[in-house]
Structures are given as C-alpha cells and as structure tokens.
C-alpha cells in the first residue's frame, strides 16, 4: 500500500508528480503530500484525496526534482503531519515510503535521546533523521542512504531527495516495489508503472536490496555491498489509455465491461483445437514433471483466495489431481508441511500481496515446486516463482477485483486442461472444455447486456442491511466473491455460506429482512438447490436466484438468467451478474465505487 512518485528532469516536477499520484491512489488515499527542491525543499501535504492535495500546491511550487507520496495509514492516524513526504529536522532530507519500518520503535527512541525532535507518529520518519545523519559523514547521498538502510529492519520501497544536492533521487527496494521509468533526459521512480507510463514506456524493476541514483541524463543501480548491479531496460505493453476511465462513470464498470476481451487475451494462443489441450510454456515443466504431481494447492488472499476455490474444483474435475485452496495468509503462518510431490499455485493480481509473497517465499525456501498466476508482468510474486500463467488482463485500476478474478479463473481451467489432458482426461472431454472456453466471451456480452435490469434489483436488495449468499460445490466459491464484492463496495453487510451448512445455523438469520442471492447453476445439484430455496422462502426470506433457468414464483423473488456452459466453466459466468449486483448497490448507495473506504488495492503489509 502506499504510492511513491520521483521525478528528476527539466520539467516543473510537481504536475508530473501529482499526475503520478492520481493514477497511483488505488494503493491508498487517505493522505498526500509532494516536495520540490529548488534552493531548499518546498512541501505540501494534506490528509485527503490527490485531488485535495492539488488545490493546495499554489502556482509558483517550481523545482525540478521531487517526490510525492499518496498513503494507506499503518503507523498513525490519516493526518496532514502524518503525511509523507517526511522531512529532517534541519529540512534538508526528504524522505517517501511504502511498506514497514519494522525497528522504527527501537530507532526512533535512539534518535530522541540523541535529542532529535519528531513532527509526526510514522514508522518513516525516522529514515529522515538518520539519512540526515548520514549524509553529513558521507560524501554522497546514495552511501548515506545504503548505509542508513544497513540499520532498518522492515520492508520498503523508498525515495529521498537532499536539498544540498539538487538534481538527484536515490531509490531503494526491499519488499515495496520500484520501477525506474527513462525518458529523454529525466528520469521517474514510482511504486508502479502507472505513475509514469505517460511519459516513458521504458523501465527498470528493482530488485530487493538494490538502491539507484537517478539523474536527469541516466541512472545507475547497485546492491547493498555497494557492488554495481547490471540492468536491463523493458518495454510495458500499456500505454496511459489502458489507465483511464474510458468513457465509463468508473473503473469498476469499465472492467466489469471488459471482460470478454480479458478472459480472450487470458486464452489467446494458448488453446489447441488439434490434441484439445492448453500450451503453457510459461509453467517451465515438461509433460514427465507435469504428471508428476501428486496435490495441487492454491493460494491467494481475497478473492484472489475464492478463485483459487474455483480453480481447485476445476483441477479435481479435470485432472482428477486432490486440489484445494487456503489463504496465503494463513497458510504461511501454521508451519505447513511442504510436500516435494505436490504443485503449489499461488494467484495475485498485483503480484504484491505481501502475505502471498511471504508465503512463496516459504515454500521455495523448503524446496516446494511453486508457480504463479499472476497479472502483473515483472511483479515480486511473479519474479519469486518457478514459472506461471500471466493473466495479461491489462492494469486493474479499481481497488475491487473483477476482470483478475475472472480471467484467474480462466487460467485454472486452462492449468486443468493442461494436467488433465497429461493425464485421463480423453479428448472428448479436452474438446468439449477447448469449445466451452470459445463461447466464454459472447456469453459474458449477453450478461453484460442484462446490466438494466441487474441495476434495478441491487436498488431493490440493496436497502436490506444484510445479504446472504449461498451456492453448493461449483457455486460457493461465487457465492464467496458475490458476497465479498458486495461488502468491500457497498458496505452492505453480506455473508456467504454453503447452501448445504445453511440448515445447521445460519438459516436462523433468514427472514423479511435478509434476503438471500442464491447461486443455482443447472447441475447435478440443481434439485438440492431447488429445495433450498423452498426452505429460505417458507421462512419469509427474499430469494434473487442467479442460475440457468425460471424456477417459477414460488421459488424465487427474481432471477438472473445467465447463459449455460460446460458445468466446470458455469463459475465464470455465474461471477459476472454479482459483480453488476455489488457495483449498482453501491451506485445506487451513493459510495465511493473505485476507492471503498479503509481499503487499498495492493496489500503489502502483513
Ligand atoms: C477483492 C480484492 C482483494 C484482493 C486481495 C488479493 O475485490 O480486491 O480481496 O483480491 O487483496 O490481491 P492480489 O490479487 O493483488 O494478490
């Protein structure tokens, strides 16, 4: 969580700066700051938006270097001093963050006693008075900074500027990310792509460890031990259209409607007509490792999390592999056995999440076979893991998960086919999934077409509290994301259960005024889920049916019908109406759609 933005060049730093920071505010919006140099530093900063920020940055803020911060709060309140960037006491040092001091107590007590005053109650603060230190016994600032990183414990991805020597940032990454952006002599730093893609499509990823200098005519990178380090430059595919709007009230609804195209570009090149198989270089294993595997097991946090259910189910149907799924946050911290004959997959659609990264890390260090399903080309989790599937999803700008989780799943059926047809699964059956996955895309455009009519049931369910969600086997997982969509956006309360766990206590809550979303796809389950719904109206409950058919009045207030595939893929269809459902209900509560409140969309903090 947390953005950071440098710049360097012959350009007024501050617009660029502050553009960087709109396009990086997904990460946290809770407060923003920005500091120029120009014969000393000149800072603004204010608890709020980017947007609150820019009204207060007067005309003449000029300086051709700087940084700027937009936060996710860990280590005190959103407030204006609490804002980065954070200075030292004799001003000089300028300090942005994101991530976690995790000494900060221990050093901040040291610097106190030394007599150092502090402004505000962050965990960064503390990097400013040492660097500060530091750079008076140092000839320059790249050594004050490596030198003052030997004593932090704790993740980061920093950006510090010095008012004595103008004209430079040095950068430095362990565990937040960096990318370095060249332009035509200036150079960007930023904790993603986004902030500067306008600019340049050149980058540099940092590794952990690595610092850089960056001046207006180039940069150079080195590691800790102050070794060199070598770097080599990539082009991003996304050009600064792919992080707007696009004509759409909001991002949400933006990515929501893109769906037949991300899910085409998740499959593109990837499926075989001839053997009706999917072609996965990218996992690095050949057909005697892939059907080596033993236990396949999914990790995610979020969502991220409940499409690895979905992808679990599609792994035991296909490949007939025993799969599941737990949160990578959970998993990392109960000591797991690591198995040598299971495949773990771990899914991210930021490749940050700090706990799926922390958990990875596990796994490789005792020798587990990990891959990633990831949509962040060159993220942390994607550099961590053995091989993978890219989602090539394009940037997820809104902080709730849509086009990843869908094309996440996608890439679980492919992953399904790929095991299963190395295994038993007959190309009848490989046939039958290859031509389910075509006719994904035209079906999610017939769902999207229903959206009128989906935005007049969120009006009508969303002044209810509180909504269950319920669906058997292949539905629970979507009833797992409908429910969660529906809270992060909407802040309406919803819980979401196996429609089969329902009779043993929950079934309790149902009444006038819970009513239940009801996941009930036409499959061998479809009569259980019938009864179900017979059970929650006979208790007075509302019923908004999503499934494949009319089950007459009796059953159900209202249906979604979505068109019907092949049984293993019906997840990724039966998604889509509940995503529409969560975004209308917060339209039409009036909330804060692309930025939900107390949320950031990359978690990089335990
Ligand atoms: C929900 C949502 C979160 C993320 C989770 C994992 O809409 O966005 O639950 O799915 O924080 O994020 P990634 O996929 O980036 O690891």
């Not at 603004?44 to 005309?59: F, Q, S, Y």
């Not at 495949?343 to 990264?357: C, M, N, R």
Request: glycine share 10%.
């Amino acid at each position: 969580m947390c953005g950071i933005v440098a710049y360097v060049g012959p350009r007024d730093a501050a617009p660029i700066l502050l553009e960087g920071m709109q396009r990086l505010e997904y990460r946290g919006y809770d407060s923003a700051g920005v500091v120029v140099s120009n014969r000393g530093l000149k800072i603004r900063k204010v608890k709020g938006r980017v947007a609150d920020l820019a009204k207060v940055v007067p005309a003449r803020f000029k300086g051709t270097v700087g940084l700027g911060h937009t936060r996710w709060a860990t280590h005190g309140v959103p407030s204006d001093v609490n804002a980065h960037p954070h200075l030292s006491a004799d001003e000089r040092i300028a300090v942005v963050h994101n991530g976690i001091i995790e000494n900060a107590g221990e050093l901040r007590a040291k610097l106190e006693a030394d007599g150092v005053e502090f402004a505000s109650e962050t965990d960064t603060e503390v990097l400013a008075h040492l660097i500060a230190k530091a750079a008076d016994e140092n000839d320059t600032l790249e050594e004050a900074v490596r030198k003052t990183l030997k004593s932090v414990v704790g993740t980061y991805g920093i950006a510090v500027i010095d008012a004595e020597r103008p004209g430079e940032v040095v950068v430095a990454r362990n565990g937040s990310p960096i990318v370095l952006g060249i332009g035509e002599k200036e150079m960007f730093a930023a904790s993603d792509v986004a902030a500067m893609v306008r600019y340049t499509r050149q980058v540099v990823h940092l590794e952990d460890g690595e610092l850089a200098v960056l001046k207006a005519d180039g940069f150079h990178t080195f590691a800790s031990d102050a070794r060199e380090t070598a770097k080599e430059p990539l082009t991003v595919d996304w050009d600064a259209g792919h992080y707007d709007t696009g004509g759409y009230e909001h991002y949400l609804l933006k990515e929501i409607s893109e769906q037949p195209e991300t899910i085409t570009r998740t499959m593109s090149g990837r499926l075989d007509e001839r053997f009706h198989v999917a072609h996965l270089g990218g996992l690095n294993m050949d057909a005697r490792e892939t059907r080596s595997f033993r236990r396949v097991k999914i990790i995610g946090c979020g969502s991220a999390y409940y499409s690895g259910q979905i992808g679990a189910q599609l792994i035991e149907e296909l490949a007939r592999i025993p799969s599941d799924a737990e949160p990578a946050s959970e998993f990392r911290y109960r000591n797991p056995v690591v198995d040598p004959d299971t495949l773990y997959v771990a899914i991210s659609q930021s490749g940050e999440t700090y706990d799926t990264l922390a958990a990875v890390q596990e796994l490789k260090r005792k020798g587990g076979r990990v891959i990633g399903i990831v949509n962040a080309v060159g993220s942390a989790i994607a550099r961590e893991v053995d091989g993978g599937i890219y989602l090539h999803a394009g940037p997820e700008v809104s902080v709730a998960s849509t086009k990843a989780f869908t094309s996440t799943s996608l890439a679980f059926a492919l992953l399904a086919l790929h095991l299963g047809r190395v295994r038993d699964l007959s190309p009848a059956d490989g046939r039958r999934i290859v031509e389910g996955l075509r006719r994904l895309p035209g079906q999610i455009e017939e769902i999207l077409a229903q959206g009128d009519k989906i935005a007049e049931l969120a009006q009508k369910y969303a002044k209810h509290p509180s909504m269950m969600f319920v669906g058997r086997v292949r539905g629970y997982p979507v009833a797992r994301e409908g429910a969660q969509k529906l809270k992060e956006i909407s802040y309406v309360h919803a819980e979401a259960y196996p429609a089969s766990e329902l009779k043993h206590g929950p079934l309790a809550l149902i009444g006038p005024d819970m009513p239940t979303v009801a996941i009930v796809p036409d499959d061998e389950l479809l009569d259980k889920n019938l009864t179900t719904l017979g059970e929650i109206r006979a208790r007075g409950g509302q019923v908004l049916m999503v499934g494949h058919r009319e089950p007459g009045a009796k059953l159900a207030d209202d249906v979604i019908v979505v068109p019907k595939n092949e049984i293993e893929l019906d997840p990724i269809l039966l998604t889509i109406p509940l995503q529409l459902l969560a975004y209308y209900a917060a339209v039409a509560l009036g909330r804060d759609v692309d930025k939900p409140r107390n949320l950031a969309k990359s978690v990089t903090v335990e």
